[in-house]
């Protein structure tokens, strides 16, 4: 079953981290991955994506014209990219930032306040890795364990000194869906 | 009887292809002189330009590398970076090293890369028939600067040494000229020094040789060499623009 | 005592280029009224006054002078 | 592991201890993790002033027998022609990376490739061809660039890796090997300083034209001996399948999608993938025109692989093309939809 998701924020999110670290685990877990990231001409502060396909076979193409999970971090990526979710998808919006609602009726909404939750917890900084955590809580499509058990090798050599308060904001996303449920 | 002048073995015993009173030929006897007397023929590569001196490597009794027009320094930073204990220089003419090469060569000098570059500035394109080249003198005539160089169409005579004397990563700038036996001599001395400030590791060095192109010029070698002293000297004017040991002697 | 000196020069390299006589303090190279294989009339030595100075296998373009001294 | 870090770990292991490149987007991560690793690994690593001076640097490293490299995207791959022609004429070894991006002038930085002709015609002045692989998976790339520089010593040949955006940007799992034992020939070429030995001259400048028709038969025979041992091809269901699919690189990825879809669709479609560009696979598509009924080539441009597949049919089957240019990339169920109307089109 191939599943493709595009996570879009602003540059500076930290979006294209929770994606690699999304299709990191779920190569963990065996499957075929592609991740592709892709930005705008500007480094800070532009529309920032990655596409990540996870698939129990070879993937043809890295690119999602129609993903079936979207995670929005801001206002401007939900304009972009609303209109390409497949219908039924799931769409998971960081409320804290995207003030306007996806106008589509055929599609999950499902919201997440990521900076508020963060900033009651870890810190705003860690809102990218909070809402990996609720993406996971909810779709299931890895195990929660597997991004925290290897945390510190995702995040390399030089960052590893940030592996705890990456799994406190990855525990604080999908708390917030187990608690609920 | 002792010899005291001969022929220096890494000159091939061939005669070679430059005009009568050509300074190619001077600064290759030089530089083969240096090679013997230096002991550097088991480690020492050149790196002929495009141009006249391309052939180089028929005269050479070393390694020699050719190079498109004005990559030398490009080419010879490659093989000092794979071989940082050999010693490498470019031979390059006006054309190679102040024209289409202006960028490899400034950026090697800045990188104080640990070559040398001999460069020939005769004031022409020779090998090509005689065209202006970016050092060429103003009011010269040329076969593309027909009414004479002037500084409103054509610019001016272009300083490289100068410029690349203001560079920290060069640690040797030094302009010579062939003009008669004694300043012959001071150009031999000076490319000596720019491969000892090589092999001591001190940065790039250069050395700009005025050199005539009786040919192109429409001269005798006779009038050529004189036309070197009396008018180009006065353009470029010769000695050493910098030097890193000066420096530390102070 | 003035040093005695001896050039050999050859001819086969020569282009008549003249830059040794130009050079030479002692009048003592020439060109000679023969042609060599490439059609130049080669530098020859002329009379008996060199000294050694080696002032024209310095000058020379085509290394073709060999300088003796002694 | 990224496209361009899988690039980067093969070289290394490859033995290759100089590179030497330019910035341009999209292949900025080569050069990037190239300076992090070849300090390492006791290398060298230096970025040039240019293309032009970056290709020429790795001249000299060639020279001195050492595996050097360079990577460049499309405008950048055309000021290293000049130092391509050179490489070929003086017969050193070299591996080049093409991340093709849209164009021609600057173009964009999407996926692209409209460099083919560029690639697998030399792209640089005279008389010379260079072996071109387009890998299609992380995994592939990371193979065959360290394979790369053992044909490039074994040919005495600049070799070029096309990839493109996408190839480069993509995350894929791999299994890092290490280089297998190939035998390389000593070099006796290369110029480290005549001690106790002649002196060598490497030039391309052949004046007389008689020798310099010698070389190019020369260099030609080397060519020959190149197209016979270097094809490389996949296929894909092509056994029984009435229409046969073109495409290389990005683009063959997404029409092996598309041909899984037809297939569930009960279209009988396979896919022929080149690996190398050239030498074109000529041989295996001669083959395919034996049985099936229609060729199909797909490119992310205007059509320019379809000359070779032309040529190597030779009007046999006819070829259709579908190109989406400019860094559009396609998804599978476009090319599938292509498929189908060719399929009711030609009632195969």
Known sequence: MLQKTIMSGIGGQGILFSGLAFAWAAMLEGHHVTYLPSYGAEMRGGITSCTIAISDEEIASPVASSPDYLVIMDNLSLQRLQNQTVSGGQVFINTSIVTTRPVRGDIEVVDVPVNELAIRTVGERYANMVMLGAFVSRTRLIKISTLIDNMEEILGKGKSRFKDKNIDALRTGYDFFSRET | ?250 | MAAKGKITINQGLCKACELCLTVCPDEAIRLSEGLNEKGYHPAETAKDSCKGCALCAVMCPEAAIEVCRG | MKGTDALGEAAIRAGCRCYFGYPITPQNEVPEYMSRRMQEVGGVFLQGESEIASINMVLGAAASGMRAMTSSSSPGISLKQEGLSFLAALELPAVIVNINRGGPGLGNIAPSQGDYYQATRGGGHGDYRMPVYAPAYVQELYDITMKSFDVADLYRTPVMILGDGMMGQIVEPIYLHERPDVEIPPKDYILDGAENRPSRIIKSLILDPVEMEEHNWKLKRKYDLMAHELPEWEEFMTNDAKLTIIAYGTAARIAKGAVKRARSEGLKVGLLRPITLWPFPEEAIRNLAKKTKLFLVFEMSTGQMIDDVRLAVEGKVPCEFYGRPGGVVPIPQEIARIIERYWLQKEL
Not at chain 2, 84 to 105: H, L, N, V
Not at chain 2, 123 to 136: D, I, K, L, N
Not at chain 2, 222 to 237: D, H, I, S, V, W
């Open chain 2, 1 to 250: 009887m002792k010899i005291v002048y001969t022929r220096p073995k890494c000159l091939k015993p061939v005669p070679n292809h430059y005009c009568p009173g050509c300074g190619h030929s001077i600064i290759h006897r030089l530089i083969c002189e240096l090679v013997d007397e230096m002991n550097m023929r088991g480690r020492i590569i050149c790196i002929p330009p495009a141009g006249c001196a391309v052939l180089a490597y028929n005269y050479f009794d070393f390694d020699v590398c050719e190079s498109a027009h004005g990559r030398g320094c490009a080419i010879a930073t490659g093989f000092k970076r794979a071989q940082p204990d050999r010693i490498i220089f470019t031979y390059q003419g006006d054309g190679d090293m102040a024209a289409i090469g202006t960028a490899e060569t400034l950026h090697a000098a800045n990188r104080g890369e640990k070559i040398t570059s001999i460069f020939v500035n005769n004031a022409v394109y020779g090998m090509t028939g005689g065209q202006m080249a970016p050092t060429t003198m103003i009011g010269q005539k040329t076969t593309t600067s027909p009414y004479g160089r002037r500084t409103e169409v054509e610019g001016y005579p272009l300083k490289i040494t100068e410029l690349i004397a203001t560079l920290p990563g060069a640690a040797y700038v030094v302009r010579t000229s062939l003009a008669n036996p004694a300043k012959i001599r001071e150009t031999k001395k000076a490319i000596k020094k720019a491969f000892e400030v090589q092999m001591a590791g001190a940065g790039y060095s250069l050395v700009e040789v005025l050199s005539p192109c009786p040919t192109n010029w429409k001269v005798s070698p006779r009038e050529a060499f004189a036309y070197l002293e009396e008018k180009m000297e006065k353009e470029y004017p010769i000695g050493v623009m910098k030097d890193y040991t000066a420096k530390k002697d102070k």
